[in-house]
């Protein structure tokens, strides 16, 4: 699969009701937008991936990740999903779960909780099989050999069509860029040591290995 320039990292919160719920957190009208920066992309090639301690709980969020192959205008009409997305991998939006809390309570923006570096972790680009094709399997996690998340996109609440659309739409959808999906029931705190596996339909996509540093 060619290799592409990375440019916007694009991700939704709360995109799966169980997962707003175990939160304590109202599901949204509408896709609920975020981003990390580019640094913040690790490969989750087994290796460690090095994460701020000391800083209270870092939580793992297992979620569907697309990337764009040619630039797509919003238009006002919804996108063409299998025209712009050219290959899906897996990720874990890693959180500061006790920073995030206390910027919620001030209204200030989630960046230090959501975008600090290898925040991003990423599996190898996989042929993407078409729109229609997402709810055939099931994607996971596991964490020291134990599933700790599953998820499919038939229980998004936003499907990926709407979520691109809307990004398109509010703030440009173009080549490079990737989106990460939302995540399902199970988000909870690393250890150092855990070892992090990401799965769709059995197959292991990518795995990491959790350094506290």
């Known amino acids: 699969m060619k290799p592409m320039l990375l440019k916007n990292v694009y991700c939704v919160g709360r995109n799966y009701r169980l997962h707003a719920e175990e939160l304590g957190n109202a599901v949204p009208e509408e896709p609920m937008i975020f981003m990390k920066p580019t640094h913040a992309v690790v490969k989750a090639d087994g290796g460690e991936v090095i994460l701020p301690g000391g800083r209270g709980e870092i939580h793992y969020e297992a979620e569907l990740v697309f990337r764009i192959g040619k630039d797509c205008v919003g238009s006002g009409g919804a996108l063409d999903v299998d025209a712009c997305v050219d290959a899906m991998a897996l990720g874990i939006d890693f ?18 909780a959501k975008g600090f570096l290898n925040s991003a972790l990423l599996s190898e680009w996989q042929p993407f099989p078409g729109a ?10 596991r964490r020291n050999g134990q599933e700790v998340q599953r998820g499919n996109t038939r229980d998004m609440i936003f499907d990926l069509q709407t979520i691109l659309t809307y990004v398109a739409a509010n703030y440009g959808l173009g080549e490079g860029d990737i989106v990460y999906t939302g995540t399902p029931a199970g988000v909870a705190a690393v250890a150092d040591g855990d070892v992090l596996e990401l799965l ?14």
């Open 95 to 112: 959180t500061l779960r006790d920073v995030q809390s206390v910027l919620k309570q001030k209204g200030h923006p989630w960046l230090p």
């Open 132 to 141: 229609a094709a997402l709810a055939e399997a099931d994607f996971s996690l």
């Open 200 to 213: 769709r339909d059995g197959e292991r996509w990518g795995s990491a290995v959790v350094k506290l540093g």
